[in-house]
Antibody, heavy 116, light 110 residues
Framework: EVQLVESGGGLVQPGESLRLSCAAS????????MSWVRQAPGKGLEWVAN????????YYVDSVKGRFTISRDNAKNSLYLQMNSLRAEDTAVYYC?????????WGQGTLVTVSS | QSALTQPASVSGSPGQSITISCTGT?????????VSWYQQHPGKAPKLMIH???NRPSGVSNRFSGSKSGNTASLTISGLQAEDEADYYC??????????FGGGTKLTVL
């Protein structure tokens, strides 16, 4: 069974940093692109970033370029999202998800709140 | 990276059929057969209902079907049931190797 379990969310002040983690199991992690998708409270889904199987390619939505970094550790079957210079508009549930052209499995999400 | 366009809401009575549209551009919906549809109940993670325009993952009811014409994709739900009431999102792979989502459609079963 495919499982994606996010962790690392919490309450931070504007300008601070946070690192999200996603532990993957139930599939061959090294065979898949991985993605982060977020959902602000009461709003729709927004794709944030993705990373190739070997980490050699990474793509970001414009609003996080230069502030967020996606990475993976294939030895640990883990995906990460380093979020710096956080803003109020980054407040959202962040989902770890599997896939590139089709994003098929999702974690349950971790809530990030940016507020003073 | 503009969001795909979906109607904000649709409704239907039990047993009826509804269709949700999803309009993009030639750089996403129109350029690739990688349109997906997700169902999301309140407080839950999205669930993949349709992938690659019209394919249902194992376990998804055949009441759900997808299609595409040009830059517009559609999700049809036939034989509406109370449990279908949820938010529905379309997404598409893009020419930039990213994903783009629609704004979401709230389905109300009357």
């Amino acid at each position: 069974e495919v499982q994606l379990v996010e962790s690392g969310g919490g309450l931070v002040q504007p300008g601070e940093s946070l690192r999200l983690s996603c532990a993957a199991s139930g599939f061959t992690f090294t065979n898949y692109w991985m993605s982060w998708v977020r959902q602000a409270p009461g709003k729709g889904l927004e794709w944030v970033a993705n990373i190739k199987e070997d980490g050699s390619e990474k793509y970001y939505v414009d609003s996080v370029k230069g502030r967020f970094t996606i990475s993976r550790d294939n030895a640990k079957n883990s995906l990460y999202l380093q979020m710096n210079s956080l803003r109020a508009e980054d407040t959202a549930v962040y989902y770890c998800a599997r896939g590139l052209a089709t994003v098929d499995y999702w974690g349950q999400g971790t809530l990030v709140t940016v507020s003073s | 990276q503009s969001a795909l366009t979906q109607p904000a809401s649709v409704s239907g009575s039990p047993g009826q059929s509804i269709t949700i549209s999803c309009t993009g551009t030639s750089s996403d919906v129109g350029g690739y057969n990688y349109v997906s549809w997700y169902q999301q109940h309140p407080g839950k993670a999205p669930k993949l209902m349709i992938h690659e325009v019209s394919n249902r993952p194992s376990g998804v009811s055949n009441r759900f079907s997808g299609s595409k014409s040009g830059n517009t994709a559609s999700l049809t739900i036939s034989g509406l049931q109370a449990e279908d009431e949820a938010d529905y999102y379309c997404s598409s792979y893009t020419s930039s190797r990213t994903q783009v989502f629609g704004g979401g459609t709230k389905l109300t079963v009357l």
